[in-house]
């Protein structure tokens, strides 16, 4: 978080998951690659 506050107009995405979770749980898909790739996408 402190470096998402230094970086003027930084967007900051925060999942409820682990570092693992982010890649295995059945959630990952929904809370951390589609936004991810809308947001590439919109970029």
Same mark, same amino acid.
């Given at each position: 978080?402190?470096?998402?506050? +230094?970086? &003027?107009? $930084?967007?900051?995405?925060?999942?409820?998951?682990?570092?693992?979770?982010?890649? +295995?749980? &059945?959630? $990952?898909?929904?809370?951390?690659?589609?936004?991810?790739?809308?947001?590439?996408?919109?970029?």
């Amino acid at each position: 978080m402190p470096l998402a506050h +230094a970086i &003027p107009h $930084a967007l900051r995405h925060e999942a409820m998951l682990g570092h693992i979770g982010i890649m +295995a749980s &059945p959630q $990952a898909s929904h809370q951390v690659w589609k936004p991810l790739v809308q947001w590439l996408e919109s970029h």
